[in-house]
Structure formats: C-alpha cells, structure tokens
C-alpha cells in the first residue's frame, strides 16, 4: 500500500540559555507545537535559528511545505522603525533576522505559513507593520492580555471578523482563548487585514489578504487544542495547504 506523504512543516526555535552568562546553548519550541503539527496530519521538523545566512534559509525553504513561527521574545523595534523602549522585554537579534529571512522567503515562494502569538507579531512586522512594545503603551488596552485574565479564572473570547480566512477556519463567531502577551499590534500594513479582536478591542488575529493561508493568531491554540478541538483546526488548515503547496511544488518540477 502506497503511504500517504505527510506535508513537512518547519518550526521555528527558541534559543534557551542555561544562564545570563553563557548565552545560548540550545534551541527549544513547546512539545506542543509539534503534537498539533503530528496530530493534524503533518510531520514537525524544529528549525534553530543559526543566523540568516540565505543559502542555508533557501534550503530549508526548498525542503518545507509549511512553516509555522512560535511564540518567545520580543521583536527588536527597529525592524518597525522604533528604538527600545524601557518596558520592551528580552530580544534576540539573530532570531529575528533568520525569521524574518524565512518568512520573507516563504511569502515570495507562496508557501502558507501559521504564526503563533510572536509569530504573529513576525508577519506584521515583516509587512510593514508595527507594535506596542509593552500594553501599558496603549491606553486602551487591558493589562489582562498579559496573562491575568487566566489567572483570574477567566477565559475571554475573541471575536472573528466575518468573510475572514480565520472565521472561516474556526466556524464561529467567537472562540475562548488563552492570551500571554505584553505587546500588541499598533499598525498593519494594507497587504494584511484583521480576523480576530478581543473585548478591548485589540487584534488578535490577523492575515495576508489574496493569499491561501498566511494566518496570525496572538493566543496560543497549541495550548488548547487537545482539549478544544476548534484550536486543532488552525493547524488541520494549514495542513491542507501544505500538502496543496506540495502537490503544486511536484506538478512545477
């Protein structure tokens, strides 16, 4: 029997140090970033973030049908045009100018692509957005984004814009969701749109418009998804078109 090719998606990493003195010394993501991946159908690969050379990033690049950006640090301010604020948490400049490569080069390559909490704030960022680099910078926000309304015994919902690509995935008009962020989008770019905003109306969600799946979430659905089933959706659609981006990727070659 022939077995059925599972789409490869690549995961990107965060560099962990043993102390603040040693630096790095080793990549890690969440084991369950790669148990949605495996249980929605995909085969995980966890990618290190070992600069940007951009041989090595169109290599990775002509091996995956999908990536998907994790969550960690911060996003240095000055790929939004800003300098570092005092609240701006910990930052890894050579993360983010691998990722920033990679997804650069998925967007061009149209290889769909699921950002996750930082990993939304990446695709922004990359299209010419920009970001609040701490909630206490934006009057309007709720200092619960940061974790507090889980703590509190809370489970806020978001709602989904209608006709967008995450309404569409979801099914709902609204969904629960587990925030852990202390920064937030300012501004988007017009290649991006909105598909998901919280009770104070902050985004949560976002997406490349005119493409098949280039889809941003500020929550953390790989926390939830083994228990609501709505959250495993997001990485079941990004599974599909991985494997329509591989099956056209074949019929070019």
Request: hydrophobic share 35%; with cysteine.
């Amino acid at each position: 029997m022939r077995r059925v090719k599972r789409p490869r998606i690549y995961i990107t990493s965060e560099r962990y140090p043993v102390d603040e003195q040693s630096g790095p010394q080793y990549d890690r993501i969440r084991t369950t970033y790669a148990w949605c991946v495996a249980e929605a159908g995909g085969t995980p690969y966890v990618l290190p973030s070992v600069g940007c050379d951009r041989d090595l990033t169109q290599r990775y690049l002509d091996s995956a049908d999908g990536l998907l950006f994790s969550g960690g640090e911060d996003i240095h301010p000055s790929l939004y045009g800003e300098s570092v604020l005092e609240k701006c948490g910990p930052i890894d400049e050579q993360r983010d100018r691998f990722e920033i490569v990679l997804l650069r080069g998925a967007l061009e390559r149209g290889m769909p692509v699921l950002g996750i909490c930082r990993g939304m704030q990446l695709i922004a960022v990359a299209s010419g957005g920009s970001l609040y680099q701490d909630l206490s910078y934006c009057e309007r926000a709720d200092a619960g984004h940061a974790g507090g309304w889980q703590q509190s015994g809370a489970t806020p919902s978001v709602r989904l814009m209608p006709g967008t690509v995450l309404h569409q995935v979801i099914g709902e008009e609204t969904v629960p969701v587990n925030c852990h962020h202390h920064q937030l989008i300012k501004g988007l770019d017009q290649s991006c749109r909105v598909s998901a905003v919280s009770p104070d109306g902050m985004i949560e969600g976002i997406e490349m418009a005119g493409r098949p799946f280039v889809l941003g979430v500020h929550w953390h659905p790989e926390r939830l998804a083994a228990s609501d089933l709505r959250h495993l959706k997001l990485f079941e659609t990004l599974i599909r078109a991985a494997s329509e981006y591989s099956h056209k990727a074949i019929s070019r070659a």
